[in-house]
């Protein structure tokens, strides 16, 4: 990743494509007060820079009613965190890898779309070279 440092307007930019990453670069200039071409240098920065990896959509909640989500905390065994998280990375299923303190190394967030699926996956990282031991929970109801 290219060093690049990220100012207000990177941040302003940012927060206005999390609200909405189908917004263009007239309606961002517009409502960051910037020029387009300002917009597009620094997309474009920071795109290349690896800040940005990428666009995707967020779903409504009631439409991924059938989806089962979970949060998987994982323990590895001695210094294997990055060689288990470079697998990790490679479950499409789990959408979110975290490092954390406390009883476990690793955090997972996982959305498969049913329990045969979901069965699967915690199989497979069960099953990966480095992982002692899991325990993951369904997520049931979101507040």
């Known amino acids: ?78 210094k294997s965190t990055s060689q288990v998280v470079q697998q990790l990375k490679g479950i499409p299923a789990l959408v979110k890898i975290h490092t954390t303190n406390g009883a476990w190394d690793l955090i997972a967030e996982m959305n498969t779309p049913n329990l045969t699926e979901f069965d699967r996956i915690l199989r497979q990282v069960r099953e990966l070279e480095g992982v002692l031991n899991s325990e993951t929970s369904i997520m049931l109801t979101s507040m």
Request: zero cysteines.
């Open 1 to 78: 990743m290219t060093p690049y440092i990220y100012d207000s307007l990177d941040k302003q930019l940012i927060i206005a494509l999390r609200n909405n990453g189908r917004a263009s670069i007239s309606e961002l200039a517009s409502q960051l007060k910037v020029s387009r071409g300002t917009i597009q240098n620094r997309l474009d920065r920071l795109i290349g820079s690896g800040a940005i990896l990428g666009f995707t959509i967020r779903m409504h909640e009631q439409l991924e009613t059938d989806s089962i989500k979970a949060i998987m905390m994982i323990e590895v065994v001695g």
